[in-house]
């Protein structure tokens, strides 16, 4: 025991942490879903020949949603204005409109005779409940650009 007093009182020495071992299956990576396949190929639609200025379309006249079928990424933007939000998922291009009321998804697809993207599909996610909520809130984007473009910008539709 005269040893010990020696050195002075013993302190234990620290331990290290034991080793967390996670048993829990890793879950395998969430992979987006492939962009939906049109039905068919539309029609692409004719050059516009026009004699006289088109007056503009007034922001109370209806806007059908299967308008933006066949339209190139110009004319899109000419209609709708410029998206939100831009992603790659190849063959397809989504362009995203967003708004607090609704969004909507449009997929751009190459018109390999023409060498353009055009849109061949559309998605609307809306918080209304009302059956007409994808002419609603196509409406909503085409008075938007509208009122920011004014009236000398203003896109006729077929």
């Known amino acids: 025991m005269a040893a010990c007093d020696i050195f002075g009182p013993q302190e234990p020495l620290p331990q290290e942490p034991a080793a967390v071992i996670d048993d829990t299956p890793a879950l395998p990576p969430v992979a987006e879903p492939p962009p939906p396949r049109?039905?068919?190929?539309?029609?692409p639609p004719a050059?516009?020949?026009?004699?006289?200025?088109?007056?503009?379309?007034?922001?109370?006249?209806?806007?059908?949603?299967?308008?933006?079928?066949?339209?190139?990424?110009?004319?899109?933007?000419?209609?709708?204005?410029e998206p939100s939000g831009?992603?790659?998922a190849p063959p397809a291009t989504i362009w995203?409109?967003?708004?607090?009321?609704?969004?909507?998804?449009l997929y751009f697809y190459l018109d390999l005779q023409h060498r353009v993207m055009r849109a061949l599909h559309?998605?609307?996610?809306?918080?209304d409940i009302v059956d007409q909520q994808s002419q609603r809130c196509f409406q909503q984007f085409v008075n938007e650009?509208?009122?920011?473009?004014?009236?000398?910008?203003?896109y006729s539709p077929r």
């Open 38 to 43: 049109p039905a068919h190929k539309p029609t």
């Open 47 to 81: 050059p516009a020949v026009q004699t006289a200025p088109v007056a503009p379309v007034e922001p109370t006249a209806l806007v059908d949603p299967a308008h933006v079928i066949g339209l190139d990424q110009t004319a899109t933007i000419d209609w709708l204005g």
């Open 86 to 88: 831009r992603r790659e």
């Open 96 to 105: 995203r409109y967003a708004n607090e009321d609704c969004e909507i998804d």
């Open 122 to 127: 559309y998605e609307v996610r809306s918080h």
């Open 145 to 154: 650009h509208r009122q920011r473009a004014g009236a000398s910008a203003a």
